[in-house]
């Protein structure tokens, strides 16, 4: 019997994993409007032999991925996204000390070519992260860092920079904020970065976690989803791979 890729898994299996999703719930931070999340639960082990809880969400609840049709309408959506783009190489992009000096701060094509410059160029076909530390807010109620005159501030993609990862081929971004856009373009209800980004039929997970512990280069991400049929957006399970 050929050993196929069993080897292989057992190489992964010796790798450090490095969950990159929030566990979702009612409560917890979301996108400005949508709805909070309830949790039903329908039957109980201890009296019914089994548990059943109904989850009621938006699709772009927690740690989500977005499909192109989740600005497009002709794009393809989550089930046309194929399996083979579960397993990617990942780069991350580490924004976060500019972030906390300047929350506004967007990730720019100097940004990249910095990245590049110790890194060399970014590959064709992988996954690019942006690092911020904006996860740490994530029980604070301050995901958008309002001020006292209510005015939103997150960090996030600028269009050029990802027109550049375009022009890399990679595949798809994600980030730790709610959305691919800084706050104040959320704000004015603008989102030329992920409708750029998802226009041009890439992908994207938000509200990543734990993006601190990875390195900058070598590791896998494989990130997962149910497939709604004609969905556009879904929580996301997500996890790095980082060979010791």
């Known amino acids: 019997m050929s050993p196929g890729l069993w080897e292989t898994a057992a190489l992964l299996r010796t790798a450090e994993f490095t969950d990159l999703s929030h566990h979702f719930a009612p409560d917890q931070?979301?996108?400005?409007?949508d709805p909070d999340a309830t949790l039903t639960r329908l039957?109980?082990?201890?009296?019914?032999?089994?548990?059943?809880?109904?989850?009621?969400?938006?699709?772009?609840?927690?740690?989500?991925?977005?499909?192109?049709?989740?600005?497009?309408?002709?794009?393809?959506?989550?089930?046309?996204?194929?399996?083979?783009?579960?397993?990617?190489?990942?780069?991350?992009?580490?924004?976060?000390?500019?972030?906390?000096?300047?929350?506004?701060?967007e990730l720019s094509p100097t940004h990249l070519h910095s990245w590049e410059a110790i890194h060399g160029q970014i590959p064709a076909g992988s996954f690019v992260a942006l690092r911020t530390d904006w996860s740490l807010r994530w029980d604070s109620g301050q995901m958008y860092d309002t001020d006292s005159q209510g005015h939103r501030h997150s960090p996030g993609w600028s269009v050029a920079a990802l027109q550049l990862l375009h022009q890399r081929q990679v595949i798809a971004i994600g980030h730790e904020t709610l959305d691919a856009d800084p706050g104040a373009s959320v704000e004015l209800a603008q989102f030329p970065a992920q409708r750029w980004w998802l226009e041009h039929d890439h992908w994207q997970i938000e509200a990543l976690t734990n993006l601190a512990a990875l390195p900058a280069t070598g590791a896998l991400i494989i990130a997962t989803w149910p497939v709604p049929r004609d969905g556009v957006a879904f929580p996301a399970r997500a996890c790095a791979l980082v060979l010791p």
């Open 29 to 33: 931070p979301r996108f400005p409007g």
């Open 43 to 105: 039957s109980d082990a201890a009296s019914d032999g089994f548990t059943i809880d109904q989850h009621c969400f938006v699709g772009p609840w927690g740690t989500h991925v977005d499909a192109p049709a989740h600005v497009d309408p002709a794009g393809r959506t989550l089930s046309e996204i194929s399996p083979r783009d579960s397993i990617l190489p990942l780069v991350v992009l580490d924004l976060s000390a500019e972030a906390a000096a300047n929350p506004d701060v």
